[in-house]
C-alpha cells in the first residue's frame, strides 16, 4: 500500500480527490482539515472502500502543527508516497481595502503550508526514491483576476515552488506538478459568489454567468472527479517523466 497525505480534504476538491483515491484501495489516507466531522469523514470512507484512514485537524497557519501532521503519517504509515497540497483559502477585496490579515493567512495555508510539508517529507521520499507532490494551485496560478491579489500571488507562487522541487527532486524520482483548476461548485466557491456579488454590485447568477464562466470556454463547473482522476494518473508509476508543469483543467479559460 501506498500512503497519500491530503490537505483541507474534508472538504470540497480535497475531499474529492481522496475518493478518487480510495476507490483504488492503493493507499492509505492522511486526511486533515478545519471541518469538525474531519475523523468521522475519514472514518467513513476507510469503511466504505476498506482502507486505513486518519485524521490529523492540524492548522496549516502553523508550522509546528504541520510538521506533526507529517509526522503523524510518518509514523503511522512509515512513509508518504503522495503530497497534495491543496487546503486553499480566498478572500476577494480591491487592494486598498485588503486587510493585512487576511493577506497574511492566504500565503500562509495557500503557499507557506506546501513548502512546510514537502521539507517535511522529503527525506523519506529520497530514501525510497519515490515521491509525487502534487499542488492544487488554480487557473489564478497562470492569470489573474481583479480583487483577488493574495489569492493570485499566492497560486503563482505555488507554480514557482512546484517547478524548484520538480528540478530538486527529479534525480530521486520525485515529480512535482500543479494542478490548476477552473471553477468547481465546492463551499469555498459558494462563498466566493457571495462576496463577488457584492464587489461588483450584482447577483449571485450574474456572477456565476458574468464573472466566473464568462472566463471557461466550456460553462461548466469542474467536476471534482476530472481532479482526482488526474492527481491520482500523476501519482502514478507511468507519470515519472512529468514534472515541474502546471496542468490547467480550467474549461479553456487560459487559452484565451
Ligand atoms: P473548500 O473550502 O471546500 O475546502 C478547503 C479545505 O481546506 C477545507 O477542508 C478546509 O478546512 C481546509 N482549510 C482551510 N484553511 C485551513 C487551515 N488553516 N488549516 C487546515 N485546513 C484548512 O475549498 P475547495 O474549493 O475545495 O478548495 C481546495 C483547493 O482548490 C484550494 O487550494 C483552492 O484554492 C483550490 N481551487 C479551488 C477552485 C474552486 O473553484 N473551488 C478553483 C481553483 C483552485
Redesign the pocket.
Known sequence: MKTVLI??????????IAREFAKTKQYNIVF????TN?KEIAESIGKEFGISTIFH?????YPEQIYDLANTAINTYGKVDVLI??????YVSPVEDFPDEKWN?II???LS?AFYLTKAVWKKMKEQRFGRIIN?????GLVASEFKSA?VAS?HGIVGFTKTIALEGAPFNITANAI??????????E??IDDQAKAHGISREEVISKVMLYKQAVKE??P?ETLGQLALFLASESATTITGTAIPVDGGWNAQ
Open positions: 490537505t483541507g480534504s474534508t472538504s470540497g476538491i480535497g475531499l474529492g486533515n482539515g478545519l471541518e474531519g485537524g492540524a492548522n496549516l497557519m497540497n491543496n487546503a486553499g483559502i480566498q493567512a500562509s495555508i495557500n503550508s492544487i494551485a488554480s487557473a489564478h489569492y497560486k490548476c483548476p477552473g471553477y468547481v461548485k465546492t463551499p469555498l466557491v462563498k466566493q463547473f469542474i471534482v
